[in-house]
């Protein structure tokens, strides 16, 4: 792993595409059940506190969740939102959680024609966890514009996980060894991790990369878009060497 140190900073068109196939696809990012029902509520937990305080403001908001994944976490943060919304650009994700969450109260999954037709101004808050390393800065910059048109005039955005450029894939390997210590997964987190060094996931991200942002740069580009930027001062979820941000559209 040593030609990986550094994150590859890939802000090409190509890297959006690369890596909506792999999600496409079957994978083993979580090294085991535990891992990722560890995972998803510690992130149920940072969102849930960041949605109360939204709530606590400004009333209780409806809630899109972009690039959700699979959403296991969406029924701990229904309680939080007059309605959450779940949308993934990925066609199996969509099916996926369409199913998982048919008929249940509180929660819409949205298509990409749903996406697409929401009116101006309708939302409240939209929460992106772990989702703009995954994007081209072209197509990051897109969606901010199209936040702004959705969002209400005192909505809010919150940018989860963003990767700076300088944190190296050992950070990310011990958060992964720490989390496992920490909740009982660690001798799993290590089998994992060799796996990975053979899997799909670590030819993709070092070919087609991880988009990364200095903090000045993210805030910048938000900026550029329309949005006040505030950095939170913890990062959503167990890697604490990531950033939050939460955006405002400009008065």
Not at 64 to 92: H, K, Q, S, T
Not at 199 to 218: L, N, V
Request: net charge positive.
């Amino acid at each position: 792993m040593n030609n990986e140190a550094k994150q590859p900073a890939s802000n090409t068109a190509n890297s959006s595409d690369a890596w909506a196939d792999f999600w496409s696809g079957t994978h083993s990012i979580y090294v085991n059940a535990r891992h990722m029902r560890v995972h998803y509520e510690r992130i149920a937990d940072d969102l849930a506190r960041l949605i109360a305080g939204r709530r606590a403001s400004h009333g209780t908001p409806l809630v899109l969740d972009w690039g959700c994944g699979d959403a296991l976490n969406a029924p701990a943060l229904v309680g939080f939102c007059r309605e959450l919304w779940l949308y993934d650009g990925v066609g199996a994700v969509q099916s996926r959680i369409a199913a998982r969450f048919a008929g249940a109260k509180g929660i819409r999954v949205l298509n990409d024609a749903d996406w697409q037709s929401l009116a101006p101004a309708s939302l409240d808050m939209i929460i992106v966890v772990s989702v703009a390393q995954y994007l081209s800065r072209a197509d990051l910059e897109t969606l901010m514009d199209r936040f702004r048109t959705v969002l209400k005039s005192d909505g809010e955005v919150i940018f989860a996980d963003i990767i700076p450029p300088h944190v190296s894939m050992a950070a990310d390997i011990g958060s992964l060894l720490g989390t496992g210590l920490t909740n009982g997964f660690f001798f799993a987190a290590c089998i994992g991790l060799a796996k990975t060094f053979f899997s799909e996931y670590r030819r993709i991200r070092a070919t087609a990369g991880f988009s990364c942002y200095e903090a000045d740069d993210f805030a910048g580009m938000l900026t550029r878009h329309g949005f006040t930027a505030e950095r939170i001062r913890n990062n959503v979820g167990f890697n604490k060497q990531r950033m939050t941000f939460r955006a405002r559209p400009k008065s």
